[in-house]
Each structure stands twice: as C-alpha cells, then as structure tokens.
C-alpha cells in the first residue's frame, strides 16, 4: 500500500511539473503576443506620422492611393491580432485549470502519505506503551512474590 501510494504521489508530482511547465509556456506566449501587438501599434502610429509628414509636402493620387491601402493592411493585421487574444487568454486559463487540479491531487497523495506516516508513529506509540505496561505489571508481580 506505502509503495503505491508513493508511486501515485511521484506520478502526480510530475504531472503537476508539467502542468507548471505548461502554464509557463502559455504566460510566455501571452506576453509575447502583447509585445507583438504593442509593435504593430507602434508601427501603425509611426507609419501615420510619416503619411501626415509626406501629406504636407503633396502626394500623388496614386501614392496617396498606395499608402493607403498599406494602412488598411495593418489594420487588418491589428484586427486579426486583437482576435488571436482570447485564444492566448483562454490558454493560460485552462493551463492554469489544469495546474490546480494536478496540485490538488498531488496535495491529496501528499496528505494520505502523512495520515499513513502518523498512523504508523500512533501505532508504534501504542505498541510501546502496551509493552511498557505489561513490563511494569511484571515488574509488579515479581515485586509482590519476594
């Protein structure tokens, strides 16, 4: 019984660990995404300065036309990203789920492992006095008989 129950508590810590080394990944990927984004905002209000600059000394239909079109793009792309960011949050929501759960059960093999530990200290106790108490009645009798 001690031998699985260790077994269980070693298998439970390493699902734990890679429920750690999970959630860490989908925070890492989370930040990642918001320092992508700050970047194409970034991007997006430089690139508007440089049209408003280029603006005032006259643009051609066609450039205008052109540079335009490169804004829409970005923000398309700006779009899409702010899409993609529910998916990183729901990640690191679900890693951090699964993190809980693997701790809870490992907590619970750690608890049973305690209980069983005490449990054998208890009954090493009361072992002890059981035969400290017969020792001294024998001790008793004896002392009775001389």
């Known amino acids: 019984m001690e031998n699985t129950l260790e077994f269980l508590m070693d298998q439970a810590q390493s699902r734990e660990k890679d429920a ?4 860490s990944k ?3 990927e989370l930040e990642d995404y918001y320092v992508q984004l700050s970047q194409i905002e970034q991007y997006r209000l430089d690139y ?3 049209l408003v600059q280029r603006g005032m000394n006259g ?8 540079l335009n079109r490169f804004l829409t793009q970005l923000d398309e792309t700006l779009k899409k ?3 993609a960011e529910e998916h990183f949050k729901t990640q690191v929501q679900n890693c951090e789920s699964h ?4 701790r809870k059960e490992r907590r619970s ?15 090493a106790e009361r072992l002890d006095q059981k035969q400290m108490d ?5 001790m008793f009798s004896r002392q009775r008989l001389q």
């Open 109 to 123: 093999y750690q608890w049973l492992i305690e209980k069983r530990q005490k449990e054998k200290v208890q009954q």
């Open 20 to 23: 750690v080394l999970a959630l």
């Open 81 to 83: 990203q702010k899409e």
């Open 59 to 66: 643009l051609t239909a066609s450039q205008y036309s052109h």
């Open 26 to 28: 989908a925070r890492s």
């Open 134 to 138: 017969e020792f001294s009645t024998i």
């Open 99 to 102: 993190w809980l759960e693997m």
């Open 48 to 50: 508007c300065a440089q």
